[in-house]
């Protein structure tokens, strides 16, 4: 059993090493490539996960293999803080995404999520980067054959007026203004434009879209973390009997 916890130990560690390297690849493929401005918003995030993964992983492997008392502390204490800052952000990701921390204050869909959420993502810089994904997406192209309502969330909510401003729609991409003006005084209804390099991308619709898209993605997320943290508290066990293991070799001078 012993020998079985330390080659258990051994390979995952392997694992997550081989993990590392390739989010180290993937962050400098992005930026030797020049990437887009949506691609290179993942730069930074995966090269520091590569990194953590690769410095975490040597720790372990290097410990296991050495019988390195001290070095399995220290990924033991990583692997702790690791397991609790994921749990912690599940939480926040829950919080966040809690249809009861918005206010509905309007008909504007924006208002219906957190005050975070809209801080942090429907505003300035951040929304810009946003805004040049969902070109970059081209989820606005191609929407001709499509009928209106096998449109995404996101389409609909993007690349199209909203159904309260009462435009007449031609075709997929062109809208027109009724004579008496918008059916509603919205800020949408003026902002929204045919051009298929503006249309609606910078409309409180399409923000509220986006973070509905959002939303459901991070509630998969704290799904996927919650698997995670269970994945990483069966390492950190692990952990624990590979150094208690090797304490005891120690003690008896194996």
């Known amino acids: 059993m012993p020998r079985f916890s330390n080659a258990m130990f051994i390979a995952l560690n392997l694992i997550s090493l081989a993990m590392g390297f390739a989010a180290v690849f993937c962050s400098a493929y992005v930026q030797m490539h020049d990437g887009s ?15 953590f993964l690769l410095i975490v992983s040597t720790l372990g492997l290097v410990g296991a293999c050495c019988r390195t008392d001290w070095l399995l502390c220290i990924y033991l204490f990583v ?11 599940t939480v926040f990701v829950l919080i966040v995404t809690n249809t009861f921390v918005g206010k509905k204050v309007s008909q504007n869909r924006l208002h219906d999520y957190s005050y975070w959420l809209q801080n942090r993502l429907a505003d ?27 449109w995404s969330l996101v389409q609909s909510s993007c690349c199209k007026p909203p159904v309260y401003c009462g ?3 031609k075709n997929a991409t062109f809208w027109t203004m009724p004579e008496n003006g918008p059916a509603v005084s919205d800020s949408d209804c003026a902002m929204f434009s045919n051009d298929q390099k503006q249309l609606c991308y910078d409309c409180n619709s399409c923000k509220g879209g986006v973070l509905a898209n959002i939303k459901r993605e991070w509630r998969l997320l704290a799904v996927l ?12 066990w692990i952990g624990c009997c590979v150094r208690k293991n090797i304490r005891y070799d120690q003690f008896i001078g194996y």
Do not use: H, Y
């Not at 401005?37 to 990194?51: F, H, N």
């Not at 300035?124 to 096998?150: F, M, P, T, Y």
């Open 37 to 51: 401005a949506c691609q290179k918003t993942l730069e930074m995030p995966l090269l520091v996960t590569g990194l």
């Open 79 to 89: 692997m702790l803080i690791s397991i609790l800052g994921l749990i912690a952000f």
């Open 225 to 236: 973390n919650a698997c995670v943290i269970g994945f990483l508290i069966i390492i950190f």
């Open 124 to 150: 300035g810089k951040n929304w810009q980067e946003i805004r040049s994904c969902l070109a970059d997406a081209n989820v606005c192209r191609n929407l001709g054959n499509k009928d209106l309502k096998d």
């Open 167 to 169: 435009l007449e729609r």
